[in-house]
């Protein structure tokens, strides 16, 4: 618990709640009921573990904070998520409805242990310890199963790792939602693109068995398609948009837009992610196709050539 102030308002309310939940609670030393729901949320707060914070405002001394919030009564409780109030209430509670307002509003005790196995797993997997990230995105995983970046976060690294198997296991059930997520069906495609080199004989072509094939057809799509996939299955990501975009520009509905969607796939893959609450901060990411950390400067590059090959999809379509 910390008391608010004008001075310390910004960055004890506002910067902290980017992180985690922050409860302000408004009172008055004059307030009985005030007196009452105190001990309960200060309880609250040492009971819930780290899962928000609790910051008092004395509204008689800080009346510019209270304008700010539209107070009238007191008490009344104000929940700051990433800077903004998404709920609160007023009047002195029970303990009872104290608990379901923030269980309502934060985090479980799962939800949290799996985001830090999560970050666990981007440290061992920066220091290269491939297996121990692995080990430590499934267990955060099996805490919070509904917890879809730990499950994008395995099956990429699954897939990078060659364990191709479990990674399908793992993305049957996102597949299955309706709409399916994105992030999930450009893992699945470049998933397809792994076991296609494996299992198709062209696998294993030379570029130059490829360019020779197109070079009799231009309309040969399936041969450009293969050599998409390898290159994609490459992390060629560039050469292998460039040739979908050739097919797209020639036959926007081959094979059920087979180029389109994979093209979209990449896209996803290599696009940087947004960072996460607690990596709010300069030159740290989680983004990209590796799950390493990638500083500003090459964040900003990869943005550009993200965006130039959505405007190149875009114009292709239209």
Same mark, same amino acid.
């Given at each position: 618990m910390i008391d608010i102030t004008i001075e310390n308002f910004e960055a004890e309310v506002v910067a902290t709640s980017m992180a985690v939940p922050v409860l302000v609670d408004f009172w008055a030393t004059w307030c009985g009921p005030c007196k009452t729901l105190v001990p309960t949320l200060e309880k609250l707060e040492v009971e819930y573990a780290g899962r928000f914070k609790l910051a008092k405002v004395d509204v008689d001394a800080n009346q510019q904070i209270a304008g700010m919030f539209g107070i009238r009564s007191v008490p009344t409780c104000v929940?700051?998520?990433?800077? %903004?109030?998404? #709920?609160?209430? $007023?009047?002195a509670q029970t303990e009872g409805q104290v608990r379901q307002? @923030? #269980? %309502?509003?934060?985090?479980? /005790?799962n939800e949290l242990a799996a985001e830090a196995e999560v970050d666990e /797993? +981007? &440290? @061992?997997? &920066?220091?290269? #310890?491939? &297996? *121990? !990230?692995? &080990? %430590? @995105?499934? +267990? /955060?995983l099996q805490a919070d199963p509904n917890n879809d970046d730990a499950r994008f976060d395995y099956v990429r690294l699954l897939i990078t790792t060659g364990d191709y198997e479990q990674a399908a296991d793992l993305l049957h059930e996102p597949l299955k939602r309706i709409p399916k997520p994105l992030q999930f069906d450009a893992l699945h495609q470049w998933?397809?693109? $792994?076991?296609?080199v494996q299992q198709d004989e062209r696998g294993n072509w030379e570029w130059a068995q490829f360019d020779a094939a197109i070079a009799q057809n231009k309309r040969d799509f399936d041969t450009r398609f293969a050599k998409a996939q390898v290159l994609a299955a490459e992390g060629q990501w560039t050469h292998s948009m460039? +040739?979908? @975009?050739?097919?797209?520009?020639?036959? %926007? /509905?081959?094979? #059920?837009? *087979? !180029?389109r969607k994979l093209f979209v796939a990449i896209l996803e893959l290599i696009a940087p992610a947004k960072p996460k609450k607690q990596d709010a901060v300069p030159g740290k990411s989680a983004g990209g196709i590796e799950l390493l950390g990638k500083n500003t400067a090459e964040q900003d590059e990869m943005t550009a050539l993200v965006n130039s090959y959505r405007r190149k999809l875009s114009m292709a379509l239209n």
């Open positions: 929940l700051m998520v990433e800077g %903004k109030p998404v #709920d609160g209430f $007023m009047g307002f @923030l #269980d %309502k509003h934060l985090p479980s /005790a /797993a +981007e &440290q @061992l997997l &920066q220091s290269g #310890d491939t &297996q *121990a !990230a692995l &080990q %430590k @995105l499934s +267990e /955060a998933l397809q693109c $792994m076991r296609f460039d +040739e979908l @975009l050739e097919i797209i520009m020639r036959d %926007k /509905a081959w094979n #059920d837009q *087979a !180029a």
